[in-house]
């Protein structure tokens, strides 16, 4: 069964401390695994895609990482903006001509200045 | 600018009632999905359509009906048979299937 598993589910951190986030997945086949940011209240935001093991991809204070069974938020220095919720999502390989994605149920981070 | 607006934000609707939830894009994609959002849980896909007079049903569609008459419009009607239906719905599009989802703000449905 495609599943997703994302961790911690909330991580509070200060200011300037940094941390990893994590996504594991297990899907028949990867086609891409997307990286999006929720803020309260609104729709998800792209970040990343990630295609293949050990691409990694950056964005300001964020990089993200994937080998073969997970991948890796990272964020550098932290401020309270980027407060909110990340959720990671995996594309089987039998989605491409659908586009289903198999969702996380997402880390909540709150930055504290 | 381009994005995907849905309407209403909020909705309260009485037990018993079907409600339509509007979804409009002015990306030019093709592909628009509608996700349902509930605390704790992941995404889960309730209907897609990857072009105009042709949708699927996704993980969840029990309750759910949906319309594609128009590339940029793909509204969702929850109805009475929807057990739960208390949820933030989220509509999605992309230019490909495989490429990444672009989301509306969200519309958050209540029954009373």
């Known amino acids: 069964e495609d599943q997703v598993t994302q961790s911690p589910e909330a991580l509070r951190l200060q200011e300037g401390e940094s941390s990893s986030l994590n996504c594991s997945y297990t899907?028949?086949?990867?086609?891409?695994l997307f990286w999006y940011r929720q803020d309260p209240g609104k729709g998800p935001e792209f970040l990343f895609t990630l295609y293949s093991a050990g691409e990694e991809k950056e964005k300001e204070r964020l990089k993200a990482t994937l080998t073969k069974k997970e991948s890796f938020l990272h964020i550098t220095a932290p401020k309270p903006e980027d407060s909110a919720t990340y959720l990671c999502a995996a594309g089987p390989y039998g989605s491409s001509n659908t586009g289903k994605l198999i969702f996380g149920q997402g880390t909540t981070l709150q930055v504290k200045p | 600018d381009g994005g995907i607006t849905q309407s209403p934000k909020y909705l309260f609707r009485k037990e018993g009632q079907n409600v339509t939830l509007s979804c409009e894009q002015n990306?030019?994609?093709?592909?628009m999905y509608w996700y349902r959002q509930d605390p704790g849980q992941g995404l889960r896909l309730i209907y897609y359509?990857?072009?105009?007079?042709?949708?699927q049903k996704g993980d969840i569609a029990e309750g759910y009906s949906v319309s594609r008459e128009k590339k940029e419009s793909f509204p969702l009607t929850v109805t009475s048979a929807q057990k739960n239906p208390t949820a933030f719905y989220l509509c999605?599009?992309?230019?490909?299937?495989?490429?990444?989802?672009?989301f509306g703000e969200g519309s958050r449905l209540t029954v009373l």
């Open positions: 999605a599009s992309s230019i490909t299937p495989w490429g990444e989802l672009f």
């Open positions: 899907v028949s086949g990867l086609r891409g």
């Open positions: 990306l030019n994609h093709d592909a």
């Open positions: 359509s990857q072009i105009v007079n042709d949708f």
